[in-house]
Nanobody
Framework: VQLQASGGGLVQPGGSLRLSCKVS????????IGWFRQVPEKERESVSC???????HYADFVKGRFTISRDDAKNTVDLQMNSLKPNDTAVYYC????????????WGRGTQVTVSS
């Protein structure tokens, strides 16, 4: 199972970024794919998740701002992030898990998102 996150960067408050997780075909077929984030000295937290059947889940703090989607032709799971806030600053990771309520089983390398003016 392989996952690789990309798309992070520096953006001003109120701006947008789109993260992409390149996922192996096996992972896309058999696992839910989630996005998590972590800031130094805090626990990693779940941001959003999409199941094999394209059911989506969001943390309350991103509802209405972030959208998760999957593209089976490209083997990617994307996270569109709008109306970004400084406290969205974190390293974002994608992970494969048996379900959206399960801890991640396989992890990709993170991508840094910095929201700052």
């Amino acid at each position: 199972v392989q996952l690789q996150a990309s798309g992070g960067g520096l953006v001003q408050p109120g701006g947008s970024l789109r993260l992409s997780c390149k996922v192996s075909r096996y992972a896309l077929d058999y696992f839910a794919i989630g996005w998590f984030r972590q800031v130094p000295e805090k626990e990693r937290e779940s941001v959003s998740c999409i199941t094999r059947h394209s059911s989506t889940h969001y943390a309350d703090f991103v509802k209405g701002r972030f959208t998760i989607s999957r593209d089976d032709a490209k083997n990617t799971v994307d996270l569109q992030m709008n109306s970004l806030k400084p406290n969205d600053t974190a390293v974002y990771y994608c992970a494969a898990a048996p379900g959206c309520n399960s801890p991640g089983s396989y992890w990709g390398r993170g991508t840094q998102v910095t929201v700052s003016s």
